[in-house]
C-alpha cells in the first residue's frame, strides 16, 4: 500500500509539473493582419528606349534619361580631384521616408553596392547615396556595354553606353587611381588599412 501512495504522489507531482498543451487561445494572441504601414509597392523596371546620358548646367553632374520625360538617375562629382573626392548617385523613384538600401550597379565585369537612403530631393523622396570616386566598382559604369541600376522597389534599370559617365568618374578621380581590388587570401583589416 505504501508503494501504492508513493506512485500516486509521484504521478501528482508529475502533473502539477507538466505545462498544458499549447492550445488556439495562444495564436489569436498574434496579429495576423497586415502592418497598416510597410513598404511601398514594387514599381515596375521603366523603359528606357531612347534614353541618355546628358550634361547639366552644373559641369559636375550628369543625367540619365529619356529626353523629354523625368529623369531617371543622376550622378554627381563632389570634392574632385582630391583625396576624399566621391560620387553621389541619386536614382530618381520614390523611397519610402526613412527607408536605407543598397543600390546594385553592374556592368562591364564589375559589380558595385553603394548605400542609399531616403533623401529629401526638392520635396520628393528618392533614393540618394555616395561612395568614394577611387572605389573601383564605378568603372562598371564604362562606354564598352550597357550597365544596370537595381534599387528595391524601384526596378532594373537598364544604363545604355556612354562616354560621359566614365569621363565624370575619371575626372572626379584626378590624379589619384582606382584602389586595386584586395588580394586574395588577405584579411579584412588588411584591407580595410590599405583603405
Known sequence: MRGALTLA????AAIAGCKPPPTDSAVSRVSLVAPASGPSE???SPDVTGAVWATTPNPLRLVYGVPGKPVLLAIECLEPAT???????TRQSP??????????????????RFPVDAANVKGQSLWQGEAPAIVKEWDALKPEREAT??????????LNPSPLPMALVTMCRGNFSPEPP???GSAPEEA???R
Open 9 to 12: 504522489a509521484v504521478l501528482v
Open 182 to 184: 584586395a588580394a586574395p
Open 83 to 89: 583625396p576624399t573626392a566621391r560620387l553621389a548617385i
Open 42 to 44: 514594387p514599381l515596375p
Open 95 to 112: 523611397a519610402d521616408p526613412g527607408a536605407s538600401a543598397l543600390l546594385a550597379l553592374i556592368g562591364n565585369g564589375y559589380i558595385g
Open 149 to 158: 541600376v537595381t534599387v528595391p522597389g524601384a526596378g532594373l534599370l537598364k
Open 192 to 194: 580595410a588599412a590599405v
